[in-house]
Each structure stands twice: as structure tokens, then as C-alpha cells.
């Protein structure tokens, strides 16, 4: 963290400030809590409310707002701007330790590029390369003919098994196992026969795997992620999968075997995937909500079966009202049993006329 003047961090965030340019600021906050000498933002219009109760020195908001508030940053993307401000005061994550640790068990054939940081209790395979500035954090295990890209960031407790391929800038958060086998069984005479599970996994450029997360390895081939794909904590990636770029997957989300899904997707938490489905580029599919089926480019689903958002907003609606609707049909339902019974009545009177 650093100090910096409004004035500068407004120009550093590409910013029109509106407010003291001189006043320092060493901080960054959330809009209810930040201090006179922090930083906050807006990107959501439900705490629009705040700007102009914040305590905050400044506030970061979208270009075109119209509401309270002395000291604003408008940006063209007040998100993005926060971002920016957040890498300027603070910076990324910074190991606290470098070089090789000679602690580490580093197989004699394997090979590591200029500026690589080893902790204490790394296994490196044979045949392993690790390319260059990458950083391997304590008690990870990289397997052998494991290809990893410059830059990478492997934290504790990691498992990369052999074969797997990283790209650059990888980065996988720790108790995360990369190429497990996975779940295949021919089922013989009652019993499980385990399937060797040959293939590998492969993560391209810029991805980004949270904590706890199992991508399995293929029968054959690739289980593959594309470039720019991040992960929350706690999802399961089936093997033989293939997500595009740029996709989003947040906590507790999954997708089962051979299964392929376009770029620029997003699942939110808890939803899931059968395996062997296809699925377009820029879907989104909503929390809790289970796909079955093949879903076609830049469809929104919700819900179990996953349908089209917009149905599974009418049915939604609907079912709030079920219990208005049973008293309903429970007071039609009587008034036709009492129109049944006046007309048998009649019928019954008019015979006796007869």
C-alpha cells in the first residue's frame, strides 16, 4: 500500500476527478465503512445511496452519475477503474521467499528457467519444465513431464499430476489438484473395473484456479481450458471436458465428461452439467439451475432442468402464487359440487312431476 494524492490517482486510473486534487490518500474501503483518507467506489446502483454519506475522501464512479456526492473519480468504468486503483495501491501477492529452497526435491532432469522461486518441500519430477519467473509456493507437487509456463503461480499444497500442461501467467490456489484420474468404470460381472485414464489436462494463457478445485485428466486426449477461464473455489471439472475462453465459474459449480462448453460462458454457484452436451458460446447459466441438454450461443437458462430464463421467470411467478391458486380452485371446486347437487335437484323434481 502507498500514498498517493487524488490528483494522481485519478490520472493513473484514467479519471476526471471532481474534488481536491492535493488531499493524500492511503487507502482503499468499501463505501460504508472508508475512512477521510481512503478511497471508495460505485458500481452498483444499491449503494448509490452511500456517495453522498461516505465518509470516503473520494469516490469512484461511472462517468454519466447524476447523484450526491462532493469528491468523485468519474470513469467510463468505475469497476474497472477500482481495479486499476486497487493494483496501484496495493499490488499483487508477493512470495516471501526466493530462489531455490533447498528443501525442495528437484529431480536432476528437470529443468527450470531463469528466476524461478522453489519453496521448502516442493517435489519437482523427472523431465518437469518450469518456465521462467514462475514461483512454486511450499509443500506443491508437480508430476513428471509436467510443461508449465513462464510466469505461473503455484500455491501451497498444490497437486499437478504428470503430463499436464500450463500456460503463461497460470495461476492455481492452494489444496487444488490438477489431472487426477477420472471417474470411469466398466462395470463387469458386478464389479468396477477402473479404466486407465491415459490423457492429460491442459490450462491455457491467463487462467486462474481457486482453491480446492479437481480437474480430472482424459481417457485420451485433453481435458482442456482456454485462456482467460477463471475458476472460483470448490468446482469439479469432469475429464475429458472442454471449456473455452474466458469463462467464468463460480464456487461450487460443475461440469461432468466429455462435455464442451464455447467461450465467454458463465455458471454461477452450484449449478452443474451433465457430461456430453454441447454448449454455445456466452451462455450464462444461472445458480443452482442443472443442464441436461445441449444449449445453443448466448442463451440465459435458470433452473432444474435449466430452461430459458425468461420461462423460468413466468414459472417462477406462477409458483409463487400456488397458494392463491389451490384456495381458488378449492372454492370453484365447491361451488360446482353445490351447482351438482341443486341440479340433481331439479332433475329429481321435475321426475316427480312427471
Given at each position: 500500500m502507498k500514498e498517493i494524492t487524488l490528483g494522481k490517482l485519478a490520472?493513473?486510473?484514467?479519471?476526471?476527478?471532481?474534488?481536491?486534487?492535493?488531499?493524500?490518500?492511503?487507502?482503499?474501503?468499501?463505501?460504508?465503512?472508508?475512512?477521510?483518507?481512503?478511497?471508495?467506489?460505485?458500481?452498483?446502483?444499491?449503494?448509490?445511496?452511500?456517495?453522498?454519506?461516505?465518509?470516503?475522501?473520494?469516490?469512484?464512479?461511472?462517468?454519466?452519475?447524476?447523484?450526491?456526492?462532493?469528491?468523485?473519480?468519474?470513469?467510463?468504468?468505475?469497476?474497472f477503474a477500482f481495479r486499476q486503483a486497487m493494483v496501484l495501491m496495493y499490488g499483487f501477492r508477493r512470495a516471501p521467499f526466493a530462489g531455490i529452497d533447498p528443501r525442495a526435491s528437484i529431480d536432476a532432469s528437470a529443468e527450470l528457467?531463469?528466476?524461478?522461486?522453489?519453496?521448502?518441500?516442493?517435489?519437482?519430477?523427472?523431465?518437469?519444465?518450469?518456465?521462467?519467473?514462475?514461483?512454486?509456493?511450499?509443500?506443491?507437487?508437480?508430476?513428471?513431464?509436467?510443461?508449465m509456463g513462464c510466469d505461473c503461480e503455484i500455491f501451497p499444497s498444490v497437486t499437478i499430476y504428470d503430463g499436464c500442461i500450463l500456460g503463461d501467467r497460470v495461476r492455481i490456489h492452494s489444496g487444488t489438484a490438477i489431472g487426477q484420474d477420472g471417474f470411469?468404470?466398466?462395470?463387469?460381472?458386478?464389479?468396477?473395473?477402473?479404466?486407465p485414464e491415459a490423457g492429460w489436462v491442459e490450462?491455457?494463457?491467463d487462467v486462474e484456479i481457486g482453491s480446492c478445485c479437481a480437474i480430472e485428466r482424459a481417457t485420451l486426449g485433453a481435458t482442456a481450458i482456454g485462456a482467460g477461464t477463471k475458476f472460483a473455489d470448490l468446482i469439479g471439472i469432469g475429464h475429458g471436458t472442454r471449456l473455452g475462453k474466458?469463462?467464468?465459474?463460480?464456487?461450487?459449480?460443475?461440469?461432468?465428461?466429455?462435455?464442451?462448453?464455447?467461450?465467454?460462458?458463465?455458471?454461477?454457484?452450484?449449478?452443474?452439467?451433465?457430461?456430453?452436451?454441447?454448449?454455445?458460446?456466452?451462455?450464462?447459466?444461472?445458480?443452482?439451475?442443472?443442464?441436461?441438454?445441449?444449449?445453443?450461443?448466448g442463451l440465459q437458462v435458470l433452473g432444474s432442468p435449466a430452461i430459458p430464463l425468461a420461462e423460468a421467470r413466468r414459472q417462477a411467478v406462477v409458483a409463487s402464487k400456488l397458494p392463491e391458486i389451490r384456495l381458488t380452485i378449492r372454492d370453484l371446486s365447491r361451488q360446482v359440487e353445490q351447482l351438482k347437487a341443486r341440479l340433481a335437484e331439479m332433475e329429481a323434481g321435475g321426475d316427480k312431476g312427471d
Open positions: 490520472e493513473a486510473i484514467g479519471g476526471k476527478l471532481q474534488g481536491p486534487a492535493d488531499l493524500v490518500v492511503r487507502g482503499i474501503a468499501g463505501i460504508e465503512v472508508a475512512k477521510p483518507d481512503e478511497v471508495t467506489f460505485l458500481s452498483n446502483v444499491k449503494y448509490e445511496r452511500h456517495v453522498g454519506e461516505t465518509d470516503a475522501a473520494a469516490v469512484i464512479v461511472p462517468a454519466d452519475y447524476a447523484g450526491a456526492g462532493e469528491s468523485l473519480i468519474r470513469c467510463e468504468d468505475s469497476y528457467g531463469e528466476g524461478v522461486n522453489v519453496g521448502p518441500f516442493v517435489f519437482i519430477g523427472p523431465r518437469a519444465k518450469i518456465g521462467d519467473s514462475t514461483t512454486i509456493y511450499p509443500g506443491a507437487y508437480i508430476g513428471s513431464d509436467v510443461r470411469g468404470y466398466s462395470t463387469h460381472k458386478g464389479v468396477h473395473e477402473k479404466i490450462l491455457g494463457d474466458g469463462c467464468l465459474m463460480v464456487s461450487q459449480s460443475g461440469i461432468a465428461g466429455s462435455t464442451t462448453v464455447g467461450d465467454y460462458c458463465v455458471f454461477a454457484a452450484q449449478s452443474g452439467m451433465v457430461g456430453h452436451i454441447r454448449v454455445g458460446d456466452g451462455v450464462q447459466v444461472g445458480a443452482q439451475s442443472g443442464v441436461i441438454n445441449d444449449i445453443p450461443a
